[in-house]
């Protein structure tokens, strides 16, 4: 089951609620917290020394607690507390009096020689705001996190880097760079977006007791995809299957000057555990590929002098929509008005679908032109497509990415992949997925037809649009990360993602 993403008032609101009428005090929940870290702590670390940075707030609270614990490990504990004990929380202050005698306590002005205090410590802890601040980071809490990102000691945030926006996981000013994360209950939406990934190092999420029903409320709309819901998503494979039994994709791809777009695709979808793949290419197209693309059936499509698709070219693909199980259209095949018109034509067609790069721009913003669509749909536009679909900027579709893929989704009632970093996965019913495989080195032309391919791959094989889109882009950054490990981010191409595609597939046989 995919987990649930929170912002910092959905996670504030499950708090309240389990103090406020599930008879959990703030203080089991803040002791819960600091056991967590400390735990986390001891099992990745084994310190003989910890410095723990404390701040206002409970997290300042979920730092004493851990300190006291680390103590009683027999770890050297010393503290450097930015606000007064007496300005504490209540919950935080009454931490801050159980602490042992050995644990050393220092006050806000020996920031500027933490480096020297915090010498001969193993592990850093920041505990200096959580997910209550907003805005960017100022005064002694700044100068702390400038001091502790100049360190090489590793550095444990609680519940989210200090500085760290948890809702949209941008950082105004200083943010703390943290090697891991402990977050209380569900991960903050902030932990995977944006910047986030940058500063929060690996995530740990804590069970610390709120009510399961309260973590999985069905009102809690945003889930990150994890290795369990594309192992559950990817179909059966029966020992005595044929290729009939693993689906038929068509493939419409290509047009002059753009056979790689075309051999990508394809190659993605024979990669995809497909029984079947028919290429269907303008047919100069066609005969480039021909010695490529050896088992693909290719289908040379006349019109267009045999360099781009028109209407003229139906009765081409005719005979071959009823062996369909899925279609993957659009890369690299153009706009011309010709090309449009078959978009057109095929779109009103009863056949999971996944639309891509210029049959998205054919379509331009007829959002209902897709609404009225009789089968499973996916769309996988990177922002500038989307913002032509929506008649907005690809920046404004940047500052609102899980609003903007969410309002289409629902306007045209179809599972939408919005590309780009930590790429979102949005349904109909009001759900949207976070991606968390991937990298920069995919930022190469074609390395979104390899995700059409494989997408409409999966498609063919009796997967629903949604599981389809999840597990494909996962396994599709996934393939990526594989990639970046072997050739570098600046090295890699789009053909080394798909090279790696079987490999990322087995991992989840």
């Not at 389990?18 to 002791?31: A, D, F, P, S, V």
């Not at 088992?295 to 006349?302: D, G, L, N, T």
């Amino acid at each position: 089951m995919a987990m649930k993403l929170v912002t910092a008032e959905e996670m504030r609101r499950i708090d309240a609620v389990t103090i406020q009428e599930r008879n959990i005090t703030g203080l089991e929940l803040m002791e819960r917290a600091g056991e967590a870290v400390a735990e986390t702590i001891l099992a990745e670390y084994q310190p003989r020394c910890a410095g723990i940075v404390t701040g206002k707030g409970n997290n300042a609270g979920d730092g004493l607690v851990a300190a006291r614990i680390l103590a009683q490990n027999q770890v050297r504990v010393r503290v450097i507390m930015l606000i007064e004990s007496q300005n504490l929380s209540d919950a935080g202050r009454a931490n801050f009096e159980r602490l042992p005698e050995g644990v050393e306590i220092l006050d806000r002005h020996s920031v500027p020689l933490m480096a020297s205090a915090f010498e001969e410590c193993d592990v850093i802890v920041d505990a200096i705001l959580g997910t209550g601040a907003t805005g960017p980071v100022r005064g002694a809490f700044g100068e702390a996190i400038a001091v502790m990102n100049s360190l090489e000691t590793p550095v444990v945030a609680i519940d989210i880097p200090s500085g760290l926006d948890p809702d949209t996981g941008l950082a105004e000013g200083s943010c703390v760079i943290a090697d891991l994360t402990v977050t209380m209950g569900l991960p903050k939406r902030g932990l995977v977006l944006g910047q986030g990934p940058e500063f929060c190092g690996e995530v740990v999420v804590a069970d610390i007791g709120f009510p399961e029903d309260l973590l999985q409320n069905p009102e809690l709309k945003l889930h990150a995809i994890d290795e369990s819901d594309v192992s559950d998503a990817l179909p059966t494979r029966p020992f005595d299957g044929h290729k009939g039994t693993f689906g038929s994709l068509l493939v419409i791809a290509g047009q002059d000057g753009m056979s790689g777009a075309a051999y990508l695709t394809t190659a993605s979808a024979l990669r995809s555990g497909c029984g079947m793949v028919y290429a269907a290419f303008p047919s100069e197209v066609s005969h480039v590929l021909a010695g490529w693309l050896v088992e693909a059936v290719k289908i040379p499509i006349p019109g267009g002098g045999g360099r781009y698709l028109t209407h003229d070219s139906w009765d081409s693909f005719e005979p071959y929509l009823g062996k369909a199980d899925a279609i993957a259209l659009g890369p690299g095949i153009g706009t011309r008005p010709e090309t449009a018109r078959l978009v057109d034509e095929l779109v009103c067609l009863d056949i999971p679908m996944v639309l891509d790069a210029d049959a998205l721009n054919c379509l331009g913003t007829r959002i209902d032109y897709l609404s009225k669509r009789p089968a499973p749909t996916v769309l996988t536009p990177h922002p500038g497509e989307m913002g032509r679909l929506l008649g907005i900027s690809a920046d404004e579709v940047q500052e609102r990415r899980i609003e903007t893929a969410l309002k289409l989704a629902q306007d045209a009632r179809v599972v939408v992949v919005l590309k780009g970093s930590r790429s979102i996965v949005a349904a109909p019913d009001g759900r949207a997925f976070v991606n968390s495989t991937g990298n920069n080195g995919m930022a190469k032309g074609g390395s979104g037809d390899v995700l059409t391919g494989l997408i409409g791959g999966l498609l063919a094989q009796g997967c629903s649009a949604l599981s389809a889109a999840c597990a494909g882009v996962f396994l599709h950054g996934l393939a990526g990360d594989l990639a970046r490990e072997e050739s570098g981010a600046r090295g890699m191409t789009a053909g080394d993602i798909l090279r790696h595609m079987p490999e990322a597939l087995k991992m989840h046989e």
